[in-house]
């Protein structure tokens, strides 16, 4: 048994939920975890950003990952469980993700 382990998750905090026209364009987001839930509306995908709060991404992100592409959301969860994710909210609910380490832009930000 790991008490560390236990620990943490009991004294973990539920996030905030934001809405995505909450988020300001440019706007650039460590992705901590991404999840896929169970709603009364069938299962969703949520972020969790800046270890701050969480979002539900948009429909179209919805299919693309839980019906169309399902692997890739399989690698989306591995690249931000290794800390290596980020995204950028670029308006009119379009978000670019952004592998941190292929990017020297966003090589010098503080890990999360």
């Keep these: 048994m ?7 998750a009991a004294a973990r905090v539920r996030l905030e939920t934001r809405k995505v026209s909450d988020l300001k364009v440019r706007d650039l987001f460590a992705v901590g ?13 949520v972020l969790e950003l800046d270890d701050e ?29 290794e800390g290596d994710l980020m995204v950028e909210y670029q308006g009119n609910r379009v978000f670019k993700f952004i592998i941190r380490r292929n990017d020297p832009r966003y090589g010098e930000l503080s890990p999360f």
């Design 2 to 8: 790991d008490l560390n382990k236990i620990n943490a």
């Design 33 to 45: 975890k991404v999840k896929e839930v169970k709603t009364q509306f069938g299962n969703k995908v």
């Design 53 to 81: 709060f969480q979002i539900f991404l948009p429909h179209h992100l919805q299919i693309f990952f839980l019906e169309k592409e399902p692997d890739q959301l399989r690698l989306l969860k591995a690249q931000a469980d």
